[in-house]
């Protein structure tokens, strides 16, 4: 699907208000609503806008310790990294998990009750035996950064 330029102002407008009106959401792009609208369905039809979410402030809600994990796994036969995902997709403490290039296979985002909490996760984790030979464990001290809204149009080539 070819996007133009309100196509990314809707993107950008949703993303950052999952909850505007139709009516503000056609103010924003410049568009008249019914038309907005249709254009906002269309993106959803087409999987580019995936859904609708609440951002919450964990640490209101109780206290949490962040923490990044490098996994590498002992083989690397496809059988072996689609066991470890498989795994690691049914762990609701690690809610990012991305396969990367480089010294490490995985990198995992974890958030635990406490440190103590993280590492009986990880001892669980070594104890089904799904692969990992080595990790490294890096605790979040602090968030200096942490957006949810993608910046769309800086991401697409440039338009001549």
């Known amino acids: 699907m070819k996007l133009d330029q309100i196509d990314l102002k809707i993107l950008d407008a949703v993303q950052r208000d999952g909850r505007i009106t139709k ?3 056609a103010d924003k792009v410049g568009l008249s609503p019914t038309p907005c609208w249709m254009r906002l369905r269309k993106l959803e039809r087409a999987g580019i806008v995936s859904g609708y979410h609440a951002k ?14 490098e996994v590498t796994l002992a083989s690397h036969r496809q059988a072996d990294f689609d066991r470890f995902e498989r795994v690691i997709r049914d762990v609701p403490e690690i809610v990012a998990c991305w396969s990367v290039g480089g010294g490490v296979d995985y990198l995992l985002k974890v958030m635990a009750r406490d440190i103590d909490a993280y590492q009986r996760l990880v001892d669980a984790l070594l104890e089904r035996e799904i692969g990992i ?6 605790i979040v001290t602090k968030t200096v950064k942490e957006e949810v809204a993608l910046p769309v149009a800086d991401l697409l080539p440039a338009q001549s």
């Open 23 to 25: 009516l503000a959401l």
């Open 56 to 69: 919450v402030a964990m640490r209101a809600v109780a206290p949490v310790a962040t923490v990044l994990m």
């Open 133 to 138: 030979d080595r990790y490294f464990t890096y």
